[in-house]
């Protein structure tokens, strides 16, 4: 399975402010998803992060508050605008295997306290 | 839409009882099924998998069979060890489309010395 990396692992954050979370892969892959878990919560998706198109985000999500960058098929941003405190949340990419059975591999996270 | 359902926790158990963890599905045509866990302070990883009816996936003790007559995926272990302290998410991913996953709400074992 490819070996996911994100940045930040964790961030403190004031309200009002902009975060920006990078996911890196260690191989070329078609699909990236972001994912929210919120505190004591499932994972609930946020976006499908298209190389080279505009991200395909989910009910409840806009690219106002999530933009999203995929750049080339290693490597995607999430950014978190305008933070609230309602956005503290662990924050996971994830990239789909290379089988066809739909299994996904997530990186380690990134946990956001907003202040 | 695709939907899973997960048996309320925190479920606690002594180190080598027999662990089942309920998981029913709602979902069109014939979806993959997945268990992930997720040990505390790390990030998710996959821990079996089944992507047709009567699959058995297993993987370190762990083992579910995908029942599409009565849309199940309960996971189960013979003997459970305190390492095995987790939160557990089952999840299903549809084959068309953009194959996203959809989650359970997780259930956390707990397993006492």
């Known amino acids: 399975s490819a070996v996911i990396s994100q940045k930040p692992s964790r961030d403190i954050c004031q309200r009002g402010t902009s975060l920006t979370i990078q996911c890196q892969v260690d191989s070329q892959v078609t699909m990236m998803f972001w994912y929210r878990q919120q505190p004591g919560q499932s994972l609930t998706l946020i976006a499908t992060a298209n190389q080279g198109s505009e991200a395909t985000y989910e009910s409840g999500f806009v690219i106002d508050k999530f933009p999203i960058s995929r750049p080339n098929l290693t490597f995607s941003t999430l950014t978190v605008s305008n933070m609230s405190p309602e956005d503290s949340s662990i924050y996971l990419c994830?990239?789909?295997?290379?089988?066809?059975?739909?299994?996904?591999?997530f990186g380690p996270g990134t946990r956001l306290t907003v202040l | 839409g695709n939907s899973v359902t997960q048996m309320e926790g925190p479920v606690t158990l002594s180190e080598e009882a027999f662990l089942t963890i309920n998981c029913t599905y709602t979902?069109?045509?014939?979806?993959?099924l997945f268990w992930y866990v997720q040990y505390p302070g790390e990030g998710l990883q996959l821990l079996l998998k089944?992507?047709?009816?009567?699959d058995k996936g297993s993987n370190k003790g762990f083992e579910a069979t995908y029942r599409k007559e009565t849309t199940s995926f309960h996971l189960e272990k013979g003997s459970v060890q305190v390492s095995d302290s987790a939160v557990y998410f089952c999840a299903l991913s549809s084959n068309t489309g953009r194959r996203a996953l959809t989650f359970g709400s997780g259930t956390r074992l707990q397993v006492q010395p």
């Open positions: 994830s990239v789909g295997g290379t089988s066809e059975l739909g299994e996904q591999f």
């Open positions: 089944a992507t047709k009816a009567d």
């Open positions: 979902a069109t045509g014939y979806p993959s």
